[in-house]
């Protein structure tokens, strides 16, 4: 590790904790309390008292606004599927976030691996505390002058973002229900059909043999090494998924190796743990032990030998379906209330034991890893599984394909992950609130180092509509990661099934002109350890209004963007902090402009319209888009500059 000569940068330590892989620079600890902190030894919280102005922004992937003062955060990575304002747990855990009254600023990181609470405001509305469950914690305490620089000297400390093929800003398609190498071609030649640029097709759990990793259902699949071959000449990426829970089936080859080289997590007893998910009984692969997560990122082979080169690793918080253990407890159970008379309460207590299998806080504590030579009872380590998981297929990666760059994104993430992926933002809904959503956890995965980043487009869950998705396509031109894709039973949302055919074609046109742009701030904030997608506050520090805007956005140096995300709408308010040249496209080469002066603006945004703002003195570069990135002319471009 090399030493991190950041004067600004404070470590505390308190416990034992973990190197969980989430910093790369040292620190020398400083002994005591956290400056600004208070430490209650008896409850392990520490406490901070918020200032009138405070605003707080970070925290990754969580519910609610893009400043996080109001409500209560649990970092405990969950597969909940049901993103309402009120949860407190989504998939991800990001430890870090900023503290800003607009004057006085500070950061914190709270590196530590088990479930963590950050209640900002909640239960006393001037108190942020954080109080994690087992206070083995590195904590940090990071001071600058703007929240960009101490997110600068943050994300020094904790290493450089993944960066993806360039391929992998195209445009790709999903949805969980593909089943076979023709339903695959149907979805390449309906976007080909129409001219509506495609750069990856993303392969979900059906592809697989009966849900087993790194096979391919030959039936469905026939001749799949020239089956990706095919996709590749008409320019298409085929993406397959990747789960965490490995099937027990003798035979399995992934199981057997797993199995015989005892790289499974055990119960105490020294058993494998038998959990269930998509393949039935599964074992999971304890990612945290060095030689288990070499072996079964070697696994990736299988398919980059077969052309692949992208992959979505998903199920690792892990899900659990159930436990064979928790459910021989429940059937216990439920035979006990079988036997009595159930009052009322009775009954919700029964309802209760069944309705609370999946995902079942006691199951993560019936299992360990072999973590730094150490036996680790899960739930300790729990936020760690799929930032192991990722880490474990990207280093693989430089050994099985060592010149290819991988597209490689994760569910599951903790701080630390985004050097070796990015995320998806997993099972939200088709509604128009989870585009506001998008839109709002955008900065907070930003600042914690997920610059590859993105939402289901036209979201997951539920059934979509043509303006929801339009609305939604116009937002996810400016997300790196552009991906539609949606449940396995909900109503189908390819672009070319809805009638405005046209228009959508405009805007994933509009996204291709536009990614020598978006390439290029990706870069810088990869490289200068920056931020892709900013809230306006951090950019224009001196104006008040801007510390409460929550619907628009600064893509990369040059733009400010302000998304339609309602329903039935064809404008908006806007705010403008300085002079700008509105750009409304219809089209790359269809749209007009008109500088408008700092102030409130109501601006006109029909249904197929996108509302891109150019600041002072900068200029928009475009290129003529192409049916994929990899045929952009990103060296002759028009520009429009103000
Ligand atoms: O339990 O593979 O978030 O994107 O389509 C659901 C099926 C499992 C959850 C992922 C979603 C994926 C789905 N998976």
Redesign the pocket.
């Known amino acids: 590790m090399e030493y991190a000569h950041n004067k600004y940068i404070k470590k505390y330590e308190f416990g034992n904790p973990y190197d969980t892989g989430a910093v790369v620079a040292r620190i020398d600890k400083t002994a005591g309390i956290p400056d600004r902190f208070r430490f209650d030894a008896e409850t392990d919280t520490f406490s901070y008292t918020m200032k009138e102005k405070d605003m707080v922004f970070g925290l990754g992937e969580t519910v609610r606004g893009i400043n996080k003062r109001g409500w209560i955060y649990v970092s405990n990575n969950s597969?909940d599927p049901v993103h309402d304002e009120n949860k407190t747990s989504l998939y991800a855990s990001q430890n870090f976030f900023v503290v800003d009254d607009g004057k006085d600023v500070f950061g914190v990181f709270i590196d530590n691996p088990g479930s963590v609470t950050f209640d900002i405001g909640y239960t006393d509305a001037n108190v942020l505390s954080i109080h994690p469950e087992y206070n083995d914690t590195s904590f940090y305490v990071i001071e600058g002058a703007s929240p960009l620089e101490i997110i600068r000297s943050f994300r020094e400390l904790i290493g450089k973002s993944y960066i993806p093929p360039i391929w992998a800003f195209g445009y790709g398609q999903?949805r969980?229900g593909y089943k076979t190498a023709g339903d695959i071609r149907e979805v390449a030649a309906g976007y080909k059909e129409l001219g509506i640029p495609l750069d990856m097709i993303y392969m979900?759990?059906d592809y697989m043999q009966d849900f087993k990793d790194f096979t391919i259902n030959p039936e469905r699949f026939p001749d799949f090494e020239n089956f990706v071959k095919e996709m590749k000449t008409e320019g298409i990426h085929l993406v397959p998924?990747i789960?965490a829970g490995v099937k027990i089936e003798e035979g399995y080859d992934v199981y057997e190796e797993g199995k015989a080289n005892g790289y499974f997590c055990k119960k105490e007893n020294g058993e494998d743990l038998v959990a269930a998910v998509?393949p039935g009984k599964v074992h999971f692969p304890d990612f945290l032990n060095e030689e288990a997560s070499r072996w079964f990122g070697e696994k990736y082979k299988v398919l980059t030998d077969a052309g692949i080169e992208g992959f979505w690793n998903?199920?690792n918080e892990p899900?659990i379906f159930y436990t064979e253990d928790h459910l021989k407890e429940v059937f216990a159970q439920v035979k006990e209330f079988e036997q009595k008379e159930l009052d009322i309460w009775g009954f919700f207590d029964f309802k209760d034991v069944v309705g609370s299998i999946a995902n079942n806080p006691e199951d993560y504590r019936r299992f360990y890893h072999e973590f730094h030579g150490q036996k680790v009872r899960h739930d300790r380590v729990h936020n760690l599984y799929g930032f192991y998981m990722t880490k474990s297929a990207s280093e693989s990666f430089e050994k099985i394909c060592p010149d290819k760059q991988i597209l490689m994104f994760s569910?599951a993430s903790y701080t630390g992950m985004h050097r070796y992926g990015g995320v998806?933002t997993?099972?939200n809904c088709s509604r128009w609130s989870h585009l506001l959503m998008n839109i709002q956890m955008m900065p907070g995965l930003n600042m914690n180092g997920f610059l590859y980043s993105g939402a289901?487009i036209g979201g997951?869950g539920g059934n979509t509509t043509e303006d929801l998705m339009m609305r939604w396509v116009e937002f996810g031109i400016f997300t790196p990661l552009f991906r539609n894709?949606s449940?396995?039973g909900t109503r189908e949302q390819e672009l070319y099934r809805f009638d405005r055919k046209e228009d959508f074609r405009h805007l994933i046109e509009l996204r291709y002109a536009l990614i020598p742009y978006i390439y290029e701030e990706f870069i810088k904030a990869a490289e200068h350890n920056g931020m892709y997608m900013m809230p306006l506050s951090f950019v224009y520090r001196e104006d008040e209004r801007c510390r409460e805007i929550e619907d628009q956005l600064l893509a990369g140096e040059a733009l400010m963007i302000a998304p339609v995300y309602e329903q039935n709408k064809t404008g908006r308010y806007v705010y403008l902090p300085e002079a700008m040249r509105l750009v409304r496209f219809r089209a790359y080469n269809d749209y007009d402009t008109e500088v408008l002066p700092k102030g409130d603006h109501y601006i006109k945004a029909a249904l197929n319209e996108v509302l891109v703002f150019l600041r002072p003195g900068k200029e928009l570069p475009l290129a003529t888009p192409a049916r994929q990135v990899d045929r952009i002319n990103r060296k002759e471009l028009q520009r429009i500059s103000f």
């Open positions: 597969d999903s969980w979900d759990i998924i789960d998509w998903d199920m899900a569910r998806w997993g099972d289901d997951f894709h449940a396995l």
